[in-house]
């Protein structure tokens, strides 16, 4: 049973990946890319909402979202929402969480993942205040990164310029996230490397012992 479920995520995004294609040599139209994308859509809310709801509500939820996107779509066709409807939330949520360790009487958390690693000591005050302008950029960055999605989703006009600032922004993010382990390394002689630090953040039992505060 284990297996059957990354074999069902594992063909849907085939299937994604396929139509993508499609769409792009004028195959297909977007639409029913978007009508595809909104099924994967619809899985992954499943999947995430049966945490704490049970199966068969958790399917209508998650099918109800997904229905509820593709008819205002149909209203409105100009939306777009592959790949935009996953960064725009996504990014949305990192702002959050590198934000919300930044008020006062917090943690910021990335100080809270460096502990979780058991990497070393962060009482070092030039490490601490590094890592907590880091938090402040990221949350700024992925922030500006959600807004620019939710302009090109909704907006035809704009799609084509904001695309190239997003990925150009991506790109930028990818790029500072290794770059700013060297210098964590050269500055303050930190053990963490960007792979260690990307394989850590890919372990769910980490991140449920990240909590607020």
């Not at 859509?41 to 068969?56: D, H």
């Not at 409807?85 to 959050?96: E, M, S, T, W």
């Not at 996230?177 to 394989?199: D, I």
């Amino acid at each position: 049973m284990s297996l059957r479920r990354p074999a069902k995520s594992l063909v849907m995004l085939t299937a994604l990946i396929v139509a993508a294609v499609l769409a792009a040599m004028g195959t297909i139209s977007r639409q029913s890319l978007d009508f595809l994308f909104l099924g994967l859509v619809a899985w992954a809310l499943f999947k995430l909402i049966r945490r704490a709801v049970r199966p068969f509500p958790s399917a209508m939820l998650g099918a109800g979202i997904a229905g509820c996107l593709a008819i205002l779509q149909i209203w409105q066709p100009s939306l777009q929402y592959m790949p935009y409807l996953v960064v725009f939330p996504a990014n949305l949520a990192l702002a959050y969480i590198f934000g919300r360790g930044l008020f006062r009487g917090r943690q910021p958390v990335l100080l809270q993942l460096i502990q979780a690693m058991g990497q070393g000591p962060v009482d070092d005050p030039r490490f601490r205040h590094f890592v907590i302008s880091q938090c402040a950029l990221w949350s700024l960055m992925t922030f500006t990164t959600a807004c620019l999605a939710f302009a090109a989703m909704i907006s035809v006009t704009a799609r084509s310029s904001v695309s190239i600032v997003l990925m150009d922004l991506m790109i930028f993010q990818i790029l500072w996230f290794v770059l700013s382990h060297y210098y964590a390394a050269l500055r303050y002689n930190r053990p963490e490397t960007w792979l260690n630090t990307l394989q850590t953040m890919t372990r769910p039992d980490v991140w449920s012992t990240l909590r607020p505060r």
